[in-house]
């Protein structure tokens, strides 16, 4: 059974900077592509970054310029670097993997528990 887990979330003044990672463990034949989400209180689950396998990024408007997604193949391990933090930055982040159990077949998406970033003073 594969996990995912999440670590380096808290609190951080507005300005400060935060790194998550999220390391995937268990028996699985590959990961595609990793992303990072959130969610706050009364919005609806926000994509914030991916990276694929090769390493190509994308990320949502909000954050270009402040957050950095990368991740370590040999560990299995995707992290988010968020630097110029803002209050609008609290939320829950969620990281999730499209991981492959069978080279032939689709891989499956999963999900970490959840970590809680809060920006304030």
């Known amino acids: 059974q594969v996990q995912l887990v999440e670590s380096g979330g808290g609190l951080v003044q507005p300005g400060g900077s935060l790194r998550l990672s999220c390391a995937a463990s268990g028996s699985m034949v590959s990961i595609d592509s990793m992303y990072w989400y959130r969610q706050s209180p009364g919005n609806k689950l926000e994509l914030v970054a991916s990276?694929?396998?090769?390493?190509?990024?994308n990320y949502t408007d909000p954050v270009k310029g402040r957050f950095t997604i990368s991740r370590d193949n040999a560990k299995n391990t995707v992290y988010l670097e968020m630097n110029s933090l803002k209050p609008e930055d609290t939320a829950a982040y969620y990281c999730?993997?499209?991981?492959?159990?069978?080279?032939?077949?689709?891989?499956?998406?999963?999900w970490g528990q959840g970590t809680q970033v809060t920006v304030s003073s």
């Open positions: 999730a993997a499209d991981v492959r159990f069978s080279t032939y077949f689709q891989p499956r998406t999963l």
């Open positions: 990276v694929t396998k090769g390493g190509g990024t």
